[in-house]
């Protein structure tokens, strides 16, 4: 197994949700001024963070040379909060650590620290209006890639598995004739003409899959599919590149093209593919889905039937969709003492805050409302979840069952140890 495919195996679905939900946080964030005052710094495993923070001190000092004076002021705030919390921190960590602080929208400090999913490559420390996420971003793709190659002669259908997505690449029809009820020499001239036009099909679909896989989508293993003599055919052609043809992991009898055949393909490579996201996350909900047809009593759906079947420990694998997207905000006032929970789809973040800027407090009638603490739905039912033993996984709605888990189960969903009650 690869050093790639390990790392990406300890990844969870819920790291990936939680690293894609802190830079979507980080990416609506601005300065408070619209001025490069946001700090992102990037710190590598093995780095001493005693170098760090003497690099943190001199900036503290170059920042009184800064024109601007708010500016100047906000920098050194964004760094002092930054050093005080330092002083908890041991070491960067197997893969290093980031940290994003600053003055943003809310007038209040704000500071993020980040343990990345995988090694932080980069040493940097820069001042923006943002925050600085390409780096964050590049973690959150996976980088296992498969291809998936339909191929008949009739037609060819060429697709890329990676992560949670299917997409197709290419997609042809051959045009190669069919059988004649000609008899004699006339059918054995026909066939010959055939099965010369087979061969020069199937030599176009070899340059094509050779340039497709090798250079513009280069896969870590092919899964080939298509009728049983096609394919043989096909995989016997000397110009599919031996480089391909090492890494093909799979072959498989699929009587379609298109999107309806790559589905029929997935399905029966689901052993082939089955470190992938896509095949895990299309097993889960086809289990709850099963489970719910033949009214077993070990399915439940809804975010208060899931919450009550978890507190009671009868939950063996929760099903979050990804497009569940509440957080619940914790709103607190600097000039009195009110207090309120509010929930808001992620999408509207940007607008909530900058209305709550100008919302005057209804207890005290002043403008000092603050956020004080966030937490978003599935975040809250993944620690949950770890309290009563049960696995969570956040479903992609890029593909067809995760759509449908979003869409007709409200995105939320469980696979249960045992029936709750009887007859359930």
């Given amino acids: 197994m690869s050093h790639q495919k390990e790392k990406e195996e300890k990844r969870s679905s819920v790291e990936r949700y939680l690293l894609k939900h802190e830079i979507e946080k980080l990416e609506s964030r601005r300065s408070f001024n619209m001025s490069t ?51 908890n921190l041991t070491d960067p960590g197997k893969n290093g650590i980031a940290i994003f602080c600053g003055i943003t929208q809310s007038n209040k400090v704000e500071y993020f620290l980040i343990y990345p999913p995988e090694r932080v490559g980069i040493k940097l420390y ?35 598995v990676q992560g949670s997505r299917l997409d197709i690449v290419w997609d042809e029809d051959s045009f190669v004739p069919g059988k004649t009820r000609m008899g004699g020499q006339s059918q054995r001239r026909y066939q010959r003409l055939v099965d010369e036009a087979a061969q020069k099909w199937f030599t176009k679909v070899a340059t094509k899959m050779n340039d497709t896989f090798m250079n513009n989508y280069p896969v870590e293993g092919i899964v080939v599919g298509g009728p049983a003599l096609s394919k043989a055919e096909f995989l016997e052609s000397k110009e599919i590149d031996y480089r391909l043809k090492e890494k093909v992991i799979g072959i498989h009898d699929v009587g379609y093209l298109n999107i309806q055949g790559m589905r029929e393909l997935l399905e029966k490579a689901e052993e082939d593919l089955s470190d992938f996201e896509l095949i895990k996350e299309r097993k889960l ?30 939950v063996e694998t929760v099903l979050v969709s990804e497009d569940v997207d509440r957080v619940n905000i914790e709103i607190n006032c600097d000039g009195c003492s009110y207090s309120n929970i ?6 509207n973040y940007n607008e909530f805050v900058k209305d709550l800027s ?3 407090c209804p207890k005290c009638n002043e403008t000092k409302l603050y956020i004080d603490k966030e937490t978003d739905l599935i975040t809250e039912l993944h620690e949950l979840s770890k309290n009563t033993g049960a696995n969570l996984e956040v479903i992609a709605t890029s593909h067809e069952d995760g759509a449908m888990l979003y869409g007709a189960f409200g995105g939320i969903a469980a696979i249960l140890r045992y029936k709750l009650f009887d007859g359930y």
């Fill in 37 to 87: 005052s946001l700090v992102s710094l990037y710190i590598p495993p093995g780095t001493r963070l005693s170098d760090i923070n003497s690099q943190l001190r001199d900036e503290y000092g170059t920042a009184t040379n800064i024109k601007d004076k708010s500016t100047g002021k906000a920098v050194q705030s964004a760094l002092s909060s930054i050093m005080s919390r330092m002083k």
């Fill in 285 to 314: 909900t086809q289990n709850f889905m099963e489970h719910l047809g033949k009214d077993t009593g070990l399915a439940t759906y809804g975010e208060k039937q899931v919450r009550e079947a978890l507190e009671k420990g009868a």
């Fill in 358 to 360: 100008e919302r005057k």
């Fill in 342 to 347: 509010e929930s808001v789809k992620t999408k």
């Fill in 126 to 160: 820069v001042c923006d209006y943002v925050f600085h996420i390409d780096h964050l971003k590049d973690m959150l793709e996976s980088k296992l890639r498969y291809g998936l190659a339909l191929v008949s002669r009739g037609g060819a259908t060429l697709a890329i």
